[in-house]
């Protein structure tokens, strides 16, 4: 039992590229979310999934969407990478919605040039 | 507009002594308050919840109090261990009006003197 499979580790682009941050988990949540950390702004929301197929904005969408075509996958990519995405990724799963016990990835270190 | 905040960043406490981290919110509407412990490049752990209608939750070693009157969270470590050192979070989890709201604050650091 993985749990949150966050892949790469670290990854540097240069502005204007494209990437896609993958996130998998085997728990069979049905709850996935992706935030990004920045120092002194605490973890925000991008967007979440509440089950396959579904997916919603979270606080900060723009520049990112993301899919969820399995119960398992949740990636997040990112159209046009902006030097403002330089940030920390972390993807989370619980079992559902209203479940307050996340679980996160080891996280993505992202940086743009 | 809401915000979940955290009155010290940094919190130094000698190895054995309890620790009391603090957590001010502003939605009233919020259903859960969670702690999470984030340990140098890691992700955030999942220590203990509390449901708005509760006071008091006690786990292992910890206890979370919610006072509603002043909108106020704290997370007590009891018997603080070097590898409580680690940065903590507060957040909520808002379900008002259909809507959902998972919100961090901006954390603490927690470092434990030997």
């Known amino acids: 039992n993985a749990g949150v499979t966050q892949t790469p580790k670290f990854q540097v682009l240069k502005t204007g590229q494209s990437m896609t941050l993958q996130c998998a988990q085997d728990?069979?949540?049905?709850?996935m979310s992706w935030y990004r950390q920045d120092p002194g702004m605490g973890l925000r929301l991008i967007h979440y999934?509440?089950?396959?197929?579904?997916?919603d904005q979270g606080e900060v969408p723009n520049g990112y969407n993301v899919s969820r075509s399995t119960t398992e996958d949740f990636p997040l990519r990112l159209l046009s990478a902006a030097p403002s995405q330089t940030s920390v990724y972390f993807c989370?799963?619980?079992?559902?919605?209203?479940?307050?016990?996340?679980?996160f990835g080891q996280g993505t270190r992202l940086t743009v040039v | 507009g809401e915000s979940v905040g955290l009155h010290l960043p940094t919190l130094s406490v000698q190895e054995g002594d309890n620790s009391i981290i603090n957590c001010a919110y502003s939605?009233?509407?919020?259903?859960?308050f969670i702690w999470y412990k984030q340990e140098s490049g890691k992700g955030p752990q999942f220590i203990i919840d509390?449901?708005?209608?509760?006071d008091k939750r006690q786990g292992q070693r910890v206890t979370v109090l919610l006072n509603k009157t002043v909108k106020h969270l704290s997370l007590q470590i009891a018997a603080t261990q070097p590898g409580d050192s680690a940065v903590y979070f507060c957040?909520?989890?808002?379900?008002?009006?259909?809507?959902?709201?998972?919100?961090f604050g901006t954390g603490t650091r927690l470092k434990v003197l030997a």
């Open positions: 989370a799963s619980s079992l559902g919605r209203f479940n307050t016990e996340a679980f």
């Open positions: 728990m069979n949540h049905e709850y």
């Open positions: 999934s509440v089950g396959a197929g579904i997916t």
């Open positions: 939605n009233s509407a919020s259903d859960y």
């Open positions: 509390i449901r708005s209608n509760m």
């Open positions: 957040a909520e989890i808002s379900t008002t009006s259909g809507t959902y709201k998972y919100i």
